[in-house]
């Protein structure tokens, strides 16, 4: 596999392991508001800024919290919810063939930011692996995230 410099991402993933919601680049989202597509005193859906498709969401306790086994029972709850919620959202605003939907618990399993448990929540298509994924293993995303931030908004259940 061909690897491809990123080091415009280090920003991002800088802090990433940190425990401490001080230093948690989710937690920095969620109080910043600008990719903040639904949230409440628990739970917020937010968008990936380095997403598979257009419509990749990421739901997650509000509250900084690394292990799964430490999600409070009530925030269980709000996460599923907001998982649900999500799918219906991205079923409106996108007429998706099929969903992903899953968490990736520590580095090694694919965790980019293991230290703030999260949800992935993304919709796909048929054929959605395009001659840019198989053959030089990039994605070429046909929306900026304004513009799915604006549709997932506009399309979140009342």
């Known amino acids: 596999m061909e690897r491809l410099w990123a080091g415009w991402r280090n920003e991002y993933v800088t802090g990433a392991d940190v425990h401490d919601d001080a230093a948690c680049v989710l937690c ?32 997650l306790p509000v509250r900084h919290v690394g292990d799964v086994e430490d999600v409070g029972r ?16 991205l079923k409106a605003g996108y007429s998706p063939d099929g969903l992903n939907m899953g ?32 053959v030089a293993e990039t994605r070429v995303m046909p929306e900026s995230l ?6 997932l908004k506009k399309n979140w259940p009342k």
Not at 30 to 47: F, K, N, P, Q, S
Not at 105 to 133: C, E, K, Q, S, Y
């Open 103 to 134: 968490a990736n618990l520590g580095r090694v399993a694919g965790a980019g930011i293991p230290g703030h448990f999260h949800v992935h929540v993304l919709p796909r298509w048929n054929g959605d692996t395009n001659f840019m994924t198989s």
């Open 74 to 89: 009530e925030e269980v709850g709000a996460v599923w919810a907001a998982v649900a919620n999500s799918v219906r959202a």
């Open 28 to 59: 920095r989202v969620i109080e910043d508001g600008t990719y903040v597509v639904w949230r409440d005193d628990l739970v917020a859906v937010i968008l990936n800024a380095f997403p598979y498709t257009s419509g990749h969401v990421m739901v």
């Open 146 to 151: 304004d513009a799915t931030l604006e549709n």
